[in-house]
């Protein structure tokens, strides 16, 4: 047990801390200056060439809920003093669990660059990049918050909790270039990405019935968990043993091979109104990452029984009744395919001012396995000056008025720094200061040194103005 549980923390770490479209800043999307803005769409070229500070060219976080907001879990103290949890007897129950889903997700996309450079060639525009990945999901059941809010004699199914979290290195090769369509110039894109998987964690409550009562509280809990790390040796575990037992491989070089993948960026744009309008679409990340079973662990726990009666006075302890061990039983490790979170983007912008302001609308979509969100941003973006651009920003669908997003990127000759988020709240809870209304949240950072410019006389003449 000692030694699976570093590399389930760092599975769980990557899902937890902050370091998403796998972190991905909407707000960008129409900053033709940005270097990140290819990860969103695979034709839009940079003004320049770029090669990325390693480690820092890019670090995007992601959070994203139907559920998860300050709205649903403050409340106005009765007193008007400040705020209050949503367990404080002033919250109406009813109220509070109108606000909950039946399913409540929480995603978590990380994204690090450790190395990336881009470049012109006459006809093509050329990237690599090397990035660190992590996608992770939590689905919890609306009955637990009812548990929690509305106690009561009877049984509260909440067998839909699930964790997943699959974690890999990215290798990436994109190519832009025009063509010509009827006579109309589109810029097209292509990036293909080969997968190194790292480690990948699945828990899934099969079964969890919490029965409540005046004498005792019971619940009764079965379910699956399922691994596979790199380096990570299960091979002599096998059969019905303790859970702690199950979980005690070896680690070492000759443990697990971790998992490979294989996925595509696609992306086209084109322009009409005398270049005044600009249209897009791209889809990211389709493909699929398999891991292998060497180095897989596979395991069903057996039907277990916890229960509370209360603390014992006489003994001065806790009187309850737990199993000795949680048992469970290790199949034969088996490979496991998996469908990467693919995001759909499709931009409009129109220009004004000789390019200097411009109105996009960007439908996001994104496909998460068991769900799909969406999403539909509103920007007005600024370039005041040609190494200067910056994006306001409103999320709709998701989010209230009164959250908006900023991004800002200086692009000299010598440095392109971006900074963005989507999510920046104006309205902020008394006491301790926390976003209201939010249910996602992401940032985005990125440093580069600029390099080469299109060819004179190639294939992108547009950008040698800038």
Not at 76 to 91: L, W
Not at 148 to 162: A, I, Q, S
């Amino acid at each position: 047990m000692k030694k699976f549980l570093p590399i389930l923390s760092a599975a769980l770490l990557f899902a937890l801390v902050p370091v998403g479209a796998g972190a991905q800043v909407k707000s960008a999307y129409f900053m033709e200056g940005s270097v990140q803005r290819l990860d969103m769409n695979a034709s839009f070229v940079p003004l320049r060439g770029y090669v990325n500070i390693p480690f820092i060219g890019s670090i995007g976080v992601d959070v994203n809920s139907n559920f998860l907001s300050v709205r649903n879990f403050l409340y106005p103290s009765p007193d008007g003093s400040g705020v209050v949890t949503f367990m404080h007897e002033s919250v109406d129950a009813r109220d509070f669990l109108h606000r909950m889903r039946r399913n409540n997700h929480v995603d978590v996309s990380l994204r690090e660059n450790l190395l990336g450079f881009g470049s012109f060639t006459r006809r093509y525009f050329w990237s690599f990049n090397l990035n660190l990945r992590s996608e992770s999901s939590l689905t919890v059941p609306k009955e637990f918050f009812e548990l929690l809010k509305r106690p009561g004699n009877g049984t509260y199914d909440m067998d839909r909790f699930r964790f997943e979290s699959d974690n890999w290195l990215e290798f990436a090769f994109g190519a832009a270039f025009p063509v010509e369509i009827l006579d109309h110039r589109v810029e097209v894109g292509a990036r293909v990405k080969g997968l190194v998987g790292l480690a990948q964690v699945r828990a899934d409550v099969t079964r969890l019935d919490v029965c409540t009562g005046e004498e005792e509280w019971r619940a009764d809990f079965s379910g699956d968990i399922s691994a596979n790390v790199m380096f990570m040796d299960y091979s002599t575990r096998y059969g019905r043993m303790p859970l702690s037992d199950a979980l005690d491989g070896d680690f070492g070089p000759g443990g697990g091979r971790g998992g490979w993948g294989l996925a595509f960026d696609l992306g086209a744009s084109t322009r009409f109104l005398d270049d005044r309008l600009r249209v897009s679409v791209g889809l990211n990340d389709l493909g699929f990452i398999r891991w292998s079973s060497s180095g897989a662990l596979r395991i069903a726990v057996e039907e277990q029984s916890v229960s509370f009666r209360g603390y014992d006075f006489d003994a001065d302890d806790f009187d309850y009744d737990t199993p000795d061990d949680v048992m469970a039983v290790v199949s034969e490790p088996a490979a496991l395919s998996r469908m990467l979170n693919a995001t759909l983007n499709l931009g409009a912008e129109y220009n004004i001012l000789e390019d200097r302001i411009g109105f996009g609308l960007l439908s996001q979509i994104r496909f998460c396995g068991t769900h799909t969100s969406s999403e539909l941003t509103l920007s007005a973006n600024f370039r005041p000056l040609h190494w200067f651009s910056g994006t306001l920003s409103h999320s709709i669908v998701q989010n209230r008025m009164g959250i908006f997003g900023l991004a800002l990127n200086f692009h000299p000759s010598w440095i392109n720094f971006f900074l963005g988020a989507d999510y920046v709240g104006l309205r902020w809870t008394r006491g301790v200061p926390l976003p209201v209304g939010m249910k996602a949240a992401n940032f985005y950072f990125g440093l580069a040194v600029p390099i080469s410019r299109p060819k004179e006389g190639g294939c992108f003449p547009d950008r040698t103005r800038h």
